[in-house]
């Protein structure tokens, strides 16, 4: 969609590592230059900041990522020069501690200003509950969920005129079966270990490892399906561990200890997503706490695979049960081997039938050019409200 002219958008995000909200940066900087835009963004650096380049994105690195208030307040001078000296148009923040040096910034400069709640942020205290709030002190928040939006309104009791529901979206042009070549999928089948000749069913876990992602659970569930005789089935652990080693270790030594060492496997990070998903029959998204939106339980549907995910949180929106995959009670090994079980059985021609369920309904309302239209939308909104 057309934007006003010389319309300059700055994003301040922690890092461009990997990760959710790191991922709508790239999107949304993209969509704004091919719409004629400037797309800026402040950020500590990352693997993601050459994709941002490559799309025409410019970035200014800066320590946003920091929680240290003096390092805050000079954020807030550096944004200030930043947005003052590049005209910028909109201020759009990602996370909790940039966003108050870009609300400082932009309050400042009397510029627009915008936050996406992109996780349901707990608060056990009335200064977390605060801390948490800066991302609702802008002309508009943007909820990446029915469900995180519903919590934004009991938490903060906002006007809910001024909290907008934009689901994430995928990026159907990378996540799209037709696009990926059969030598991409024998490449990372020979890095992961799995030979042609290979016919269990391949189960794919994606995400970062962290304890809230569930890997112990599938474990647990993984020897549960060893107990009951079943051999046909091989899950695999596709993430990176962002440094925490210790945590690492922690699943290797739970994985030996369950006796699925055959059954389980640590693939490490993956850069070819689209593949993965091919190389897999489902995926799975067992988490422990309910995620905001969950892109891991959406692109693989795009990629014409039905998935497990925990019944909670934003994939019981993204997921419907029985039509597009299942939903499992989270942290229930028993109940999600039983889940995984009833997967394997149905064999291919159904597993294919839920996946292309998954793939049209993805298209339909998850696509990243319906979420970056919404996006641009909201933009205009907010100038036009104040003009």
């Known amino acids: ?108 400069t009397r510029t627009p200003f915008v936050c996406t709640y992109h996780g349901v942020y707990a608060a056990k205290s009335g200064l977390k509950r605060w801390y948490n709030a800066v991302m609702t002190r802008g002309d508009l928040v943007i909820a990446n969920s029915e469900y995180t939006r519903d919590h934004v309104l009991a938490e903060h009791r906002i006007d809910p005129a001024k909290v907008v529901t934009i689901p994430r979206g995928v990026d159907l042009s990378r996540f799209s079966p037709s696009w990926v070549t059969a030598d991409r999928v024998t490449m990372l089948r020979q890095a992961w270990g799995i030979p042609l000749h290979d016919r269990r069913a391949r189960i794919l876990l994606p995400g970062r490892l962290t304890r809230i992602k569930g890997h112990t659970t599938i474990i647990e569930a993984a020897a549960r399906l060893k107990a009951r005789g079943r051999s046909d089935f091989i899950i695999l652990f596709a993430g990176d561990d962002q440094g925490r080693t210790g945590y690492r270790e922690e699943l290797i030594n739970a994985i030996a200890a369950a006796g699925v060492v055959e059954e389980v496997r640590l693939v490490g990070h993956c850069d070819d997503m689209p593949a993965a998903y091919l190389v897999s029959d489902l995926a799975i998204l067992p988490t422990t706490v309910p995620e905001s939106f969950g892109r891991a339980a959406v692109e693989p549907q795009a990629m014409g695979r039905p998935v497990i995910a925990s019944a909670h949180g934003g994939t019981t929106e993204t997921v419907v049960d029985g039509t597009t995959g299942w939903l499992a009670p989270a942290g229930d090994p028993e109940a999600w081997a039983s889940f995984m079980e009833r997967a394997i059985d149905i064999g291919p021609g159904r597993r294919s039938e839920m996946g292309q369920a998954g793939a049209n309904r993805t298209r339909q309302l998850y696509s990243v050019d319906v979420m970056c239209a919404a996006t641009l939308a909201a933009y205009e909104r907010m100038l036009d409200a104040r003009v």
């Open 1 to 108: 969609m057309p934007l006003p002219a010389d319309f300059t958008l700055l994003q301040v995000v922690p890092e461009l590592d990997t990760g959710g909200a790191e991922q709508t940066t790239i999107d949304v900087a993209h969509a704004v230059v091919q719409a004629g835009g400037t797309a800026l963004v402040a950020t500590g650096g990352g693997r993601m900041a050459a994709r941002l380049i490559a799309d025409g994105g410019r970035m200014t690195q800066m320590p946003v990522q920091s929680k240290n208030p003096l390092v805050m307040l000079g954020n807030a001078a550096r944004l200030t020069d930043l947005i003052q000296k590049q005209k910028v148009s909109v201020v759009h923040a990602r996370s909790r501690a940039p966003a108050f040096s870009a609300l400082w910034a932009a309050h400042a």
